[in-house]
């Protein structure tokens, strides 16, 4: 498991949420500090056990808070454990919409998790059916918002994470970069640079496709 994948996690939904750590009460603090320190130790060991004890203190953080950092992090901890039967029972009871600001998003929650099991198992077609599923799902709000995201897009990341739309603009490239072969996502990265947006906002996108996707990682 890559570290940055859960760096980016965590920023990804400080950001999104708009909250910070230093505004929880102690307690919470502390079950973050020590859940994190665990998934870091699975990084250096490999040790699944250690994940056990992640998802054991992320889950006393979501019954003290209701910071959703903690169910994000749940979410990864359940994806690399592979358990995506449990990460759909627990998307199932959240709130819906989970996110507000993306009415969509609990059911792309639900097609991430189908297709990450069905890639763990082999099955390709039906990977590929879901992801075509999600991209579909997401499209009608990605074109309504497009002349946003060429204005919004030529600036830096600390200009682009200020509105929240960054969210479906990254999470729509991201999909698109697993269905689409390289040299056809190569040329929509092309017609970005063409329009004038920014080379860390086409940097970004890079990095968020070399993730595995069998880590949930927000999107």
Do not use: W
């Amino acid at each position: 498991m890559k570290l940055k994948s859960i760096i980016l996690l965590i920023i990804l939904i400080s950001i999104s949420v708009g909250v910070s750590f230093s505004q929880k009460d102690s307690t919470s603090q502390n079950f973050s500090l020590i859940s994190s320190n665990f998934l870091d130790e699975y990084q250096l060991f490999g040790d699944s056990t250690l994940l056990d004890s992640a998802l054991f203190y992320t889950e006393l953080g979501i019954v003290t808070t209701t910071n959703m950092n903690f169910i994000g992090r749940k979410l990864l901890i359940l994806s690399l454990k592979h358990d995506y039967d449990g990460g759909l029972d627990y998307i199932k009871t959240l709130n819906n919409p989970f996110s507000p600001s993306f009415p969509y998003y609990n059911d792309i929650l639900v097609k991430r998790f189908q297709a990450m099991k069905y890639l763990y198992l082999g099955d390709s077609i039906m990977y590929y059916e879901v992801l075509n599923s999600i991209i579909s799902e997401i499209k009608p709000y990605f074109i309504e918002k497009q002349e946003l995201f060429d204005s919004l897009c030529k600036n830096d990341l600390n200009i682009i994470f200020k509105n929240e739309q960054y969210f479906l603009f990254f999470e729509y490239y991201y999909y698109q970069s697993l269905i689409l072969d390289h040299d056809t996502f190569s040329h929509e990265l092309l017609i970005m640079q063409n329009k004038g947006y920014s080379s860390e906002c086409i940097d970004f996108i890079k990095l968020n496709c070399e993730d595995n996707f069998l880590e949930y990682n927000l999107f």
